[in-house]
Every structure is written in structure tokens, then in C-alpha cells.
């Protein structure tokens, strides 16, 4: 099993339902989700991901789970290159803590900043990035951590 980053940018795209998801995932439900992964196409089936907010407001990660697709291709998710026929790349995936940045406490990209999480380039410009099997150890311990205290809400 390998480990990517996922990227949100709100500027580039609102995550209307956000809350709502946050919500669901939170109490337990399977939420599932479709996810660009830019140009890669190397995520496979049961992959671990890990999505991080860039672009505005706070930037941190803020979500986790498991890939339930490998890769594949689709028209591409922004309308007007879709109506030209552009393709994009996605995955399926499921979530095991998906919180709320504009409610929740969230690992903040500052965090990452230090060693040995240093080791990874944290402001990708699009998903799909894989991340260093001793980077993504030390970014569980962490997640674990930081999954576990917004409002005093436990994590699966």
C-alpha cells in the first residue's frame, strides 16, 4: 500500500457540501467520494490518502481514508474543459476522517514544515503525489492525534 497527498483548493473549486460530509463521517456513516489525482495515475485500490486544504484560508490536512478504485479517467471535472472533451484523471475514495477546516481543528501546513515530515513538498500543485513510506509513518502518528481532538469528537 502505498501513500498520496490529495489536494483541495478552494479558490479553484467550493466544496458546497463539505459540512454535511464532515457530518456523516463523523458519526460513523461510509461517505464516498470521487477525487482528481492531477496527472498521476499510479494510485491503485486500498492506497492510504491523505487530502490537504491549499490555496485559502487555513492550509493544512484535514481529511484521510482509502483509495477504492485505482486509477481511471474521466471527462474533467471543470465544465468547460469538459465540454471540450478534456479528460481527467480520479480515483474513488473512502473516507475514515474527513473534518470541517472552517469548524475543526486541523494539521496545519506550518507542522509539516519540520523534520522528518520536512522531507515532503507539502505545497503540491495538484493531487496525486506520492508520499515518502517514512514521511506518511510519521504523518499517522500525528493525524492520529490531531483526528482525535476537534470538539472533542473521537475518530474511528
Known amino acids: 500500500m502505498n501513500t498520496y497527498l490529495l489536494a483541495y483548493n478552494p479558490k479553484r473549486w467550493r466544496w458546497s457540501d463539505l459540512p454535511e460530509m464532515s457530518a456523516a463521517v463523523k458519526s460513523g456513516e461510509t461517505v464516498l467520494d470521487r477525487w482528481g489525482t492531477g496527472t498521476s495515475r499510479r494510485l491503485k485500490k486500498g492506497d492510504r490518502f491523505f487530502l490537504i486544504q491549499l490555496g ?4 493544512g490536512i484535514f481529511a484521510s481514508g482509502y483509495t477504492e478504485t485505482d486509477s481511471y479517467q474521466d471527462l474533467h471535472w471543470e465544465e468547460e474543459r469538459s465540454l471540450l472533451g478534456e479528460m481527467a484523471n480520479y480515483v474513488q475514495i473512502r ?11 486541523i494539521l496545519p501546513q506550518e507542522i509539516l514544515r519540520h523534520p522528518p515530515l520536512s522531507k515532503m513538498h507539502w505545497s503540491i500543485r495538484m493531487s496525486g503525489v506520492q508520499i515518502p513510506n517514512e514521511v506518511a509513518d510519521e504523518l ?6 490531531t483526528a482525535k481532538q476537534p470538539n472533542g469528537r473521537k475518530r474511528k
Open 56 to 59: 485559502g484560508g487555513l492550509k
Open 140 to 145: 499517522e502518528l500525528l493525524w492520529k492525534a
Open 95 to 105: 473516507y475514515d476522517v474527513l473534518l470541517d477546516p472552517a469548524t475543526d481543528s
